[in-house]
Nanobody, 120 residues
Framework: QVQLVESGGGLVQVGGSLRLSCAAS????????MGWYRQAPGKQRELVATITSGGSTNYADSVKGRFTISRDNAKNTVYLQMNSLKPEDTTVYYC??????????????WGQGTQVTVSS
């Protein structure tokens, strides 16, 4: 059993910052790519940022220069530092991870989501 637990969402003013965290736990053998996605009501889930196990990163154009993804492999945790937040960043953020379990089963796992609200 593998779980991803997110934290760090909340309410912030325009131009402010938040840091999201997502910790993976359970019968984990190895974690490959980890990432953050977001989904507004009535819209498709969209990629925000991803990071490989080696540290290579990829960002959506809308967040480049404002958001930074990082990970701590020893803690099985991925972070998303969000700066210069805009009202359009308001939505639910989900983390995901590509994981091989101890039973050598591969799967893509998702967190439960955390709400980020940017007020003007």
């Amino acid at each position: 059993q593998v779980q991803l637990v997110e934290s760090g969402g909340g309410l912030v003013q325009v131009g402010g910052s938040l840091r999201l965290s997502c910790a993976a736990s359970g019968s984990i053998s190895r974690i490959y790519a980890m990432g953050w996605y977001r989904q507004a009501p009535g819209k498709q889930r969209e990629l925000v940022a991803t990071i490989t196990s080696g540290g290579s990163t990829n960002y959506a154009d809308s967040v480049k220069g404002r958001f930074t993804i990082s990970r701590d492999n020893a803690k099985n945790t991925v972070y998303l530092q969000m700066n210069s937040l805009k009202p359009e960043d308001t939505t639910v953020y989900y983390c995901n991870a590509e994981i091989y379990t101890i039973a050598t089963l591969y799967g893509v796992y998702w967190g439960q989501g955390t709400q980020v609200t940017v007020s003007s």
